[in-house]
């Protein structure tokens, strides 16, 4: 019996409040301390800790490093399930256990050579907001604009019910009527409709309301940031990218994983788990891809179809398919802080293909999925297939509420939280077994180096010749990705000897540079039959070293981003 067997808090059925998500990384890390290493990096606003989970024997020893990091957005709350079943699955994999639908030898490189670390929730109080209140929260609870900007929405329960959805108020300049065919469904308004005719408005009340300006709703009403638009990268102020924040990093839960970011150039791939499209989002997030390093582009080629076999999801370019407004691009971004900072394969998932599932044909640019849906003929579809497939979790009932501000309103109407934002609990375990498999199909493409051979041969009397032969057997080469070559922790291999005592060096340098070493992968292969050929550079490399005496050496070969093997051998 395993003894993860029984510990499991039901993640893959449900989504975890805060408490629960805590005691269930607590159970896992008690039960398996050699192997998961569970650290706060920073608390909440509101006191909740930011946990980060390091999975790997020997955490300090530096070596190729995984990232994964979910909700970072409130509502986003089934990525955070997919990062908890990351980690069941590591676990399981560290005692003994098959790794998803990798081979047994590859689930072994992955455990000795490569660490994990998953950050499960990056904003809990936004999230707690919206399992608790189903409050909908952009990244976090909190607001320190200075500056009167007139009346804004703050969300808030106004009949008591516990939740915080929609209020609809009858008015004969609405631009919203109701369903004649599904009660509680709305249309959006037509020429010849007779009404009545209602405006659609947050669930809450109007601050700074001065009793007649009833303002736009806004996804930032009431909260200041967007986790996602807070990251040193292409950061540009308000009013020029919503929701940056008044700082780069001016977030505790940004900053602390900015400053693991930089204290951790190990990290070669880094995926953010974001709700929902059913997509994967990949650099560059400012340019097409014309001017993107042609081997990253390889490298994203190949995770494309990866993407694509896997979870059913396609891939696209951040610039091409994901801006809002044509050739404007977002800014602060995490994921292109990891890769254009860090120098990561990184990228974004938006879990759950909604527009799949309720069976609309998936258009492209990507984008145009979330701005096309309008029409009352699309509104019906997502009713009905909600009523056949989602229990009904979206489309609820109104009910009459006096409203303070606004008088007789209606509350009620739309919970999208359930099969919207996020999957039915009914999907979730597919969803988490996808992105696992996803996963861990990148991570198996880190550099992996090996000294494959270190031998001593005599030279004449007590003189002696060390030979040894560093290999990569990784797919990625030593310096990750072609636009990380210039960065200064993307240094080159260098290979030292150590010498026990009773020996001296006599010829050649302690220390041999040995400049980056590739790995066997990259899409430019030559591999057809009609003129199969190995094109890519020689991934070993020679070193040899003079020595006199008797004694123990040791051999290290090392860089930054990969970290350091060792071999030991005798001379004498």
Request: hydrophobic share 40%; net charge negative.
């Given at each position: 019996m395993n003894k993860l067997d029984g510990l499991s808090l039901g993640f893959r059925d449900k989504y975890l409040r805060h408490e629960e998500l805590t005691k269930q990384l607590h159970l896992w890390a008690?039960?398996?301390?050699?192997?998961?290493?569970?650290?706060s990096i920073a608390k909440s606003e509101q006191g909740r800790d930011i946990w980060l989970v390091t999975i790997g024997r020997e955490p300090d020893r530096?070596?190729?490093?995984?990232?994964?990091?979910?909700?970072?957005?409130?509502?986003?709350?089934?990525?955070?399930?997919?990062?908890?079943?990351?980690?069941?699955?590591?676990?399981?994999?560290?005692?003994?256990?098959?790794?998803?639908?990798?081979?047994?030898?590859?689930?072994?490189?992955?455990?000795?050579?490569?660490?994990?670390?998953?950050?499960?929730?990056m904003c809990p109080d936004g999230a707690e907001r919206v399992l608790d209140k189903r409050h909908f929260v952009r990244s976090n609870p909190?607001?320190?604009?200075?500056?009167?900007?007139?009346?804004y929405w703050r969300h808030d329960d106004v009949d008591g019910d516990g939740r915080s959805l929609l209020m609809r108020k009858l008015d004969p300049t609405g631009d919203f009527v109701e369903s004649k065919d599904l009660p509680g469904l709305m249309l959006p308004r037509e020429v010849e409709d007779e009404g009545p005719f209602y405006r659609?408005?947050?669930?809450?009340?109007?601050?700074?309301f001065d009793g007649f300006t009833v303002p736009r709703p806004s996804y930032l009403s009431d909260s200041e940031t967007d986790m996602n638009r807070n990251f040193p990268s292409m950061w540009q102020a308000e009013p020029t990218q919503l929701g940056a924040g008044a700082f780069p990093t001016s977030e505790p839960e940004s900053r602390a994983v900015t400053e693991f970011a930089v204290r951790h150039p190990n990290i070669f791939v880094w995926l953010s788990m974001h709700t929902y499209g059913g997509v994967?989002?990949?650099?560059?997030?400012?340019?097409?891809?014309?001017?993107?390093?042609?081997?990253?582009?390889?490298?994203?080629?190949?995770?494309?179809?990866?993407?694509?076999?896997i979870a059913g999801y396609p891939t696209v370019s951040n610039f091409v398919e994901f801006t809002y407004e044509p050739d404007k691009p977002l800014y602060g971004d995490l994921a292109n802080f990891a890769y254009a900072e860090r120098g990561a394969i990184g990228f974004v998932c938006e879990i759950w293909d909604f527009f799949r599932q309720v069976g609309f044909e998936v258009v492209r640019p990507f984008i145009k999925n979330y701005e096309i849906r309008t029409t009352r003929a699309d509104i019906r579809k997502i009713a009905e297939w909600d009523r056949e497939h989602n229990a009904g979790r979206i489309i609820g009932t109104w009910k009459k509420v006096a409203?303070?501000?606004?008088?007789?309103?209606?509350?009620?109407g739309y919970?999208?939280?359930?099969?919207?934002?996020?999957?039915?609990?009914?999907?979730?375990?597919?969803?988490?077994?996808?992105?696992?498999r996803f996963f861990f199909r990148l991570s198996a493409m880190a550099p992996r180096l090996?000294?494959?051979?270190?031998?001593?041969?005599?030279?004449?009397?007590?003189?002696?010749?060390?030979?040894?032969?560093?290999?990569?057997?990784?797919?990625l080469p030593t310096f990750v990705l072609g636009s990380a070559k210039c960065r200064p922790f993307t240094d080159p291999v260098r290979a030292r000897i150590e010498l026990g005592p009773g020996l001296e060096l006599c010829a050649g340098p302690a220390e041999h540079e040995l400049g980056h070493i590739a790995g066997w992968g990259g899409n430019d292969r030559s591999t057809t039959p009609a003129l199969a050929r190995s094109t890519s550079e020689p991934a070993r490399r020679r070193v040899e070293w003079i020595v006199r005496g008797k004694g123990d050496i040791s051999v290290m070969v090392s860089a930054t981003r990969v970290g350091c093997v060792t071999e030991k051998a005798s001379v004498g």
């Open positions: 008690e039960a398996m301390p050699g192997v998961m290493h569970l650290e530096v070596r190729p490093a995984a990232w994964m990091d979910g909700n970072i957005h409130a509502s986003e709350v089934a990525g955070s399930s997919a990062c908890l079943a990351v980690i069941e699955d590591l676990l399981r994999a560290y005692a003994g256990e098959s790794l998803v639908d990798l081979p047994d030898a590859i689930r072994d490189l992955l455990v000795a050579d490569v660490l994990f670390y998953v950050l499960p929730r909190r607001d320190h604009r200075m500056g009167n900007q007139g009346p659609i408005f947050p669930e809450g009340f109007i601050e700074r994967y989002i990949r650099p560059l997030a400012d340019k097409p891809d014309s001017k993107m390093d042609p081997f990253d582009l390889a490298v994203f080629r190949q995770i494309e179809r990866w993407g694509d076999a409203h303070p501000q606004l008088g007789e309103v209606e509350i009620g919970d999208p939280l359930i099969g919207v934002w996020n999957p039915p609990y009914e999907k979730l375990p597919e969803v988490c077994d996808q992105q696992a090996v000294l494959s051979e270190v031998s001593v041969s005599r030279v004449d009397g007590e003189t002696y010749r060390v030979h040894a032969i560093v290999e990569n057997r990784g797919y």
